[in-house]
Nanobody, 123 residues
Framework: VQLQAFGGGLVQAGDSLRLTCTDSRRTFSNNGVGWFRRSPGKEREFVAGVGWRGANTIYADSVEGRFTISRDNYKNAVYLQMNNLKPEDTAVYYC?????????????????WGQGTQVTVSS
């Protein structure tokens, strides 16, 4: 599995971005996928997760109602739509493929990780 995350950028507070995670080897359609982020000086934290069919989703409290995770298994892609971005959302965002079909908050559940994409939100 080789995951690639892209779509980050520099935006202003209140703007939106959509991140995309793809799997070049087309193997994560049967796995849960999660998005995590790491801000400077902080531990990596869970952001959102989606089950293998796309119906089961979970979110961190800090992004609930602003971010939406979805997937298109035909396109072998998972998306993170981020609306009403805040400066505290600034981080490198990573996608990861779970060992399970379900999403999970614990990063130990995830086996393969993408390289990350930078999101910077200015105030």
């Amino acid at each position: 599995v080789q995951l690639q995350a892209f779509g980050g950028g520099l935006v202003q507070a209140g703007d939106s971005l959509r991140l995309t995670c793809t799997d070049s080897r087309r193997t994560f359609s049967n796995n849960g996928v999660g998005w995590f982020r790491r801000s400077p000086g902080k531990e990596r934290e869970f952001v959102a997760g989606v089950g293998w069919r796309g119906a089961n989703t979970i979110y961190a409290d800090s992004v609930e109602g602003r971010f939406t995770i979805s997937r298109d298994n035909y396109k072998n892609a998972v998306y993170l739509q981020m609306n009403n971005l805040k400066p505290e959302d600034t981080a490198v965002y990573y996608c990861a493929s779970s060992r399970s079909v379900f999403p999970a908050r614990d990063d130990a559940t995830y086996r393969y990780w993408g390289q990350g994409t930078q999101v910077t939100v200015s105030s």
